[in-house]
């Protein structure tokens, strides 16, 4: 046992040891101590404060953070090489993103997505007059050709595909043995489409003339029916 400085002050008469009010220490929250002061002396005797739980485990893991900088590269050569291939797809100015209008079957609008310079997926929305006269919702997969011709301002792509559709009615205007007064939702194909894409170099514009053989393939079935559509589209 040490004596504490301060009972030594006290002069030759007085004992060699003497009381004092514990000293009490708040270790911190992470070291996973009990949250209760803990007394670290009595009297004036010294206690060795202890050493933090997970000192030693924090200390040994320092080696796997310095294994880990590598793991770290690969991650940012990885996202610099994604950010690299963020270039669009299709040629002519603008992005991947088209959106416009369509004249024809179908009139209205129309959307179209490049995840490849020659993969495609179109959809459009609106009027089909070839279609019993009733409004009409299709989704057509596109292969494009690569361009044919790259001058005069502008790329030229033809381009093949396949789709399917939903036609609904609220009453007929055109079409053989249907009732005149109908509320209906029948299912169409669209097999072949086949189309001219004309995307301009100087704005992020495209034009596009399409046609496709489109029969109804659930009742009322029809088999005469065609789109036919000049459009274009603002690319984003």
């Known amino acids: 046992m040490t004596t504490h400085p301060r009972c030594n002050a006290r002069g030759a008469n007085t004992p060699t040891w003497c009381w004092t009010r514990p000293r009490r220490i708040r270790f911190p929250p992470s070291w996973g101590l009990p949250?209760?002061?803990?007394?670290?002396?009595?009297?004036?005797?010294e206690v060795a404060e202890p050493t933090p739980p997970g000192h030693d485990r924090r200390m040994r893991a320092l080696p796997r953070r310095r294994r880990s900088r590598p793991?770290?590269?690969?991650?940012?050569?990885?996202a610099s090489s994604a950010g690299a291939?963020?270039?669009?797809?299709?040629t002519g100015k603008g992005g991947d993103l088209g959106l416009g209008a369509s004249l024809g079957d179908p009139t209205g609008v129309t959307f179209k997505a490049f995840f490849h310079p020659r993969h495609a997926l179109e959809s459009a929305l609106g009027f089909g007059p070839f279609h019993l006269g009733g409004g009409r919702l299709h989704a057509t997969y596109q292969f494009h050709s690569k361009p044919w011709r790259q001058?005069?301002?502008?790329?030229l792509h033809g381009y093949v595909g396949l789709g399917v559709g939903l036609a609904f009615?609220?009453?007929?205007?055109?079409?053989?043995?249907v009732p005149d007064d109908f509320h209906t939702v029948a299912m169409f194909v669209r097999a072949p489409v086949l189309g001219l894409a004309f995307h301009l170099q100087n704005a992020p514009v495209d034009v596009h003339l399409e046609t496709a053989y489109a029969p109804i393939v659930v009742r009322p079935t029809s088999f005469w029916n065609f789109d036919f559509a000049?459009?274009?589209?603002?690319?984003f």
């Open 71 to 78: 793991f770290a590269a690969l991650l940012c050569v990885l």
């Open 169 to 177: 009615w609220h009453k007929r205007f055109v079409g053989p043995l």
């Open 85 to 90: 291939h963020a270039a669009p797809h299709r």
């Open 230 to 235: 000049l459009g274009a589209r603002y690319w």
């Open 151 to 155: 001058d005069d301002g502008f790329f």
């Open 35 to 45: 949250a209760r002061p803990v007394v670290a002396g009595t009297g004036c005797t």
